[in-house]
C-alpha cells in the first residue's frame, strides 16, 4: 500500500509540474528519484501490453495521480488566465528563460556554439509561428479533436524528456489555454482526445525519444533548445495581444 501511495504522490506531484510552461514533469520525476524506475515500468508495458505485471501497476497507479493532479489543479490555472493572463504568461516566459542554462549545463557536449545556433533557429520558429496562427482574446474556446489528439501526444511524449515541459510545447502550438480550460470544466470530447493522444505518446514516444537521445544525443539537444527557446517570441505575443 505504501508503495502505491508512492507512485500516485510522484503522478500528482508530475501532475502540477505539467500545469506549468518551463518546469518539466520529467525532472520532478528525477529529483524524487522515480524516473528510472518509471521509464523501465513504460517499457515493461509496452513489451507486453496485455499481461498484467507489477509495471503496469506503476504506470497506472502514476497515472491515475496525474490525471487527479490535473483535473483538480487546472480549475485553479484556467481561473489565474482568465483574470491575470498577461502576469501569468509573464511568469512563463521567465520560467523558460530559467530553464536555459540548467538544460545548457545539464548536456554534455552542448557548447556555446550550439547554443547560440539553437536560440537562432528557436526564434525563428517562434516568431513564424506567431505570424501564421497569431494569439487572439477567444483561443481558449476553441480546441479541435485534431487539437486534443496532437497535445495530448505531444504532452505525453515531451514529458519523457527531463528538463522539456509538456506544457511548455502546448504553449508553443497554441493549445495550452485551450487544453487547461477543457481540463478544469471536464469537457469529455476534449479529454478523450487528450486521453488518446497520451496513450499514443506514452506508447511511441517513450520509445523514440529513448532511441533518438542514445543514437543523435548532440542533434537532440539542439533540436530540444531550439523548441524551447521558440516559445519565448510566442509568450510575447500573448503578453502583448492579450
Given at each position: ?7 500516485f ?7 502540477i509540474?505539467?500545469?506549468i ?15 528510472q524506475?518509471?521509464?523501465?515500468a ?6 507486453a ?6 509495471s ?8 491515475l ?14 481561473w489565474?488566465?482568465d483574470?491575470?493572463?498577461v ?22 557536449g552542448y ?23 497569431p494569439?487572439?482574446?477567444?483561443a ?17 511524449g ?17 493549445t495550452?489555454?485551450?487544453i ?8 469529455v ?6 486521453g ?30 531550439s ?14 495581444v492579450?
Amino acid at each position: 500500500m505504501k508503495q502505491w501511495l508512492s507512485w500516485f504522490s510522484v503522478g500528482w506531484l508530475v501532475g502540477i509540474a505539467q500545469l506549468i510552461p518551463g518546469v518539466s514533469g520529467s525532472t520532478v520525476a528525477v529529483v524524487l528519484n522515480r524516473y528510472q524506475p518509471f521509464i523501465q515500468a513504460v517499457n515493461g508495458v509496452v513489451a507486453a501490453p496485455f499481461r498484467f505485471r507489477l509495471s503496469h501497476g506503476v504506470v497506472g497507479v502514476t497515472v491515475l495521480g496525474a490525471g487527479a493532479s490535473l483535473v483538480i489543479n487546472a480549475g485553479v490555472m484556467a481561473w489565474l488566465l482568465d483574470q491575470y493572463s498577461v502576469g501569468v504568461y509573464g511568469v512563463f516566459l521567465v520560467l523558460i528563460l530559467l530553464s536555459v542554462p540548467v538544460l545548457y549545463r545539464k548536456w554534455t557536449g552542448y557548447r556555446l556554439p550550439h547554443l547560440v545556433g539553437s536560440a537562432v533557429c528557436g526564434f525563428l520558429l517562434g516568431w513564424l509561428m506567431t505570424a501564421v496562427c497569431p494569439p487572439s482574446s477567444d483561443a481558449a474556446t476553441q480546441l479541435s479533436v485534431v487539437d486534443s489528439v496532437l497535445s495530448g501526444f505531444v504532452a505525453m511524449g515531451t514529458m519523457v524528456v527531463p528538463g522539456i515541459s509538456g506544457s511548455m510545447m502546448l504553449v508553443f502550438m497554441g493549445t495550452y489555454d485551450a487544453i487547461v480550460l477543457a481540463v478544469a470544466q471536464l469537457n469529455v470530447r476534449a479529454l478523450m482526445g487528450l486521453g488518446v493522444g497520451a496513450v499514443w505518446g506514452g506508447l511511441v514516444m517513450v520509445k523514440l525519444v529513448d532511441f533518438v537521445l542514445k543514437r543523435f544525443p548532440l542533434l537532440s539537444y539542439c533540436v530540444i533548445m531550439s523548441l524551447v527557446l521558440a516559445s519565448v517570441p510566442v509568450l510575447w505575443v500573448h503578453i502583448i495581444v492579450l
